[in-house]
């Protein structure tokens, strides 16, 4: 089946191209800028934005399957238009659908729940890649900072494309919610301490103080509603933070990936 990939550039959009195309699906990656997309061999690639629906008519041309992303433009907005683009999907012959859900909810959420698809909404619990924001501080300090202290069973993007992947090519999710998470919770001092075997070295963790994470969430530029966003965030986690599920293993027939393996993969990120 041929399946259009939206947010193709992105950290698990471009995973989820490289699943289709190794396994032989003809794949059709959505960008706003071809010209940068440099997604490998085996991948047609198709200009077009999601914030305006009239430049997607031949994205969607002869196509089975799509993966949503719930924003679109550079302030990363959620899609007014997402109503539209479900209805162009149907409208087109797209039979199944995949989201990467946004946390709360979005617009592409609600509107892609319909019976006129088999829809999947992935909700993964944090990123793996998230940790890309302590690189910084590794490099020049070999710490992790952080206020939050509590375990998160954070996902490997790898694992979320391949859900998605195997939802949209082998069917048997439609309808559902998948809850996604990695293999084990982890604290940020034991991410320190994988990060730390994959460089060589130690790396440690720093226990910030409110005020502490209030100067660092300011210094990269954060608003001030999203500045306390994180704090209350650091001091009250989600309930299920810390819960692992077998989705991963469900869904794909394989383990989930450890964070380990993706300290290793993204070594040279926090490398000084």
Known sequence: MTVLVTGATGTVGRHLVRWLADRGHPVRALTRRPDRADLGPGVEVA????????????????????HLITF????????AEAAGIVELAVASGVRRATVLGAFGGSPMEDAVRTDRLEWTVLAPMEFMSGALEWAPDVREAGAVRTLAAWP??????????????????????????????GPQALTPAERARDLGEALGTEV?????????????????????????????????????????????REVTGRPALTFAQWARENADAFRA
């Open 204 to 248: 440690g963790w720093v226990h910030l103080t409110e005020d502490q994470e209030r100067e660092r969430l300011r210094s990269q530029g954060f608003p001030e509603d999203y500045v306390e966003f994180g704090v209350a965030l650091a001091l009250g986690p989600p309930e299920t933070a810390g819960r692992v599920l077998p989705t991963v």
């Open 72 to 79: 679109g433009g550079d302030d990363g907005a959620e899609l």
């Open 152 to 181: 998160s069973a954070v996902v490997h993007e790898a694992d979320i494309a391949a859900v998605a992947g195997a939802a949209l090519t082998e069917g048997g999710q439609g309808g559902r919610d998948l809850v996604l998470t």
């Open 47 to 66: 200009g077009g934005d999601l914030t305006d629906p009239a430049t997607l008519k031949d994205a969607f041309a002869g196509v089975d399957g799509v």
